[in-house]
């Protein structure tokens, strides 16, 4: 920061007194742009703490909302009056139909013989047609016992004469936890639950109370752990494949566990589509979660060690000094940098929409139709901000 040079106000010295004129302009500038600096962060985190987290503009289009509309076109658009018509019969939605693998069971509504006569002439009725109506209903799950009986064999003869007595029997059947005795349909439900459904340990437990089974939580836990273990050869031949992409988004997310001083983190790694059934050529949808009780620089060095593809993240420092990786950012994040300049817009200027007419080339990325469109565009796009 410059100093105040050391000059008597009461000098008549001319260069003297110009040099003391720019350093208090400069000063002003430094304050002034200070003042404003701190005042959009103040604006920007009242906004955080009690307006919408929602980043959506509206009126809202099939083009990020109205974030790389034309402002000048919308404005000098003649105005279009839409008739609506209302009428008073309210239209329903058909409903679908159930689908033709479910197990069905017939039940037929017939009459008796004694019904089956007309009441014009007492002559008997035929059969001219049939209605069908379905219904879903639900079975609850049902909870078995499996007596699995080994009967053994031994030799009389052996009994009498020989000294030992060779004992048959099947052996016992292989067990996913041993000298448990939890099947594995019963493990996959408790874990399927936990995980998937969100229905914590405790309800479960409660759940097999009320089916008279006494099932604590404290063992259902322990079972969970075993069975994760089981999943290790799984997990690994994932992670091998994860590094084999081009391209691995990562992520880090806090956790609260028990009996733990510090934050603990999950860290995602994953590739592919964001979604199940989308998919892209020669890429496998797979996520991978990364439990550790911090967030420095080792977790995802220990994690994709000499992976040398593309890393797309947040941007958050620690990726930053990964050595092998190339470091891409987030679209996403980067459009957050623009609401906030949005917000810090003021009523009726429109700096806002001539600095998003700059990078209308954004607005390409997401509605080009080949790769080969995205990149150049994201090229193009990269040499401006180079400029």
Not at 46 to 57: G, M, N, P, V
Not at 183 to 201: F, R, V, W
Request: hydrophobic share 35%; net charge positive.
């Amino acid at each position: 920061m410059k100093t105040m040079p050391n000059i008597n106000p009461q000098s008549q010295d001319v260069t003297a007194l110009q040099a003391m004129v720019q350093s208090l302009m400069d000063k002003c500038e430094r304050l002034e742009t200070e003042k404003s600096s701190l005042a959009e962060q103040f604006k920007l985190a009242l906004d955080r703490q009690f307006a919408k987290r929602a980043e959506s503009l509206k009126p809202y289009d099939e083009a990020q909302g109205d974030l790389f509309n034309e402002a000048e076109q919308e404005a000098t658009a003649p105005e279009q009056t839409e008739v609506v018509t209302t009428s008073g019969k309210k239209v329903r939605g058909k409903r679908k139909p159930l689908p033709k693998d479910l197990p069905r069971e017939r039940i037929v509504l017939d009459l008796t013989e004694e019904e089956k006569v007309c009441a014009c002439c007492q002559g008997e009725l035929h059969k001219i047609g049939e209605d069908v109506s379905e219904k879903l209903e639900f079975i609850p799950a049902v909870l078995k016992v499996l007596e699995y009986v080994r009967p053994k064999y031994g030799c009389r003869q052996c009994e009498q004469h020989a000294q030992s007595v060779a004992i048959k029997q099947q052996p016992a059947p292989t067990a996913l936890i041993p000298k448990s005795y939890a099947t594995e349909s019963l493990l996959a439900n408790i874990i399927l639950g936990k995980y998937q459904y969100a229905l914590p340990l405790y309800r479960q437990e409660t759940l097999f109370s009320q089916a008279g089974i006494d099932l604590p939580r404290t063992t259902m836990a322990r079972w969970v752990i075993q069975v994760s273990e089981c999943f290790t050869p799984l997990y690994q031949r994932l992670k091998e494949t994860l590094l084999n992409q081009t391209v691995i988004q990562a992520d880090e997310t806090p956790l609260n566990v028990l009996k733990e001083n510090k934050q603990c983190y999950m860290w995602v790694y994953c590739s592919g589509a964001d979604s199940p059934k989308a998919s892209l050529e020669g890429v496998k949808n797979i996520v991978l979660f990364d439990y550790q009780n911090s967030r420095a620089r080792a977790c995802p060095e220990a994690f994709l060690g000499k992976y040398n593809g593309y890393l797309q993240t947040d941007g958050y420092k620690a990726y930053d000094g990964l050595t092998y990786v190339e470091n891409l950012g987030c679209m996403a994040h980067a459009r957050r940098k623009f609401m906030d300049a949005k917000k810090l817009q003021g009523k009726g200027k429109t700096g806002y929409f001539l600095t998003l007419l700059k990078v209308r080339v954004l607005a390409r990325c997401f509605t080009a139709s080949s790769k080969q469109q995205k990149l150049t565009t994201l090229l193009c796009m990269t040499t401006w901000l180079n400029a």
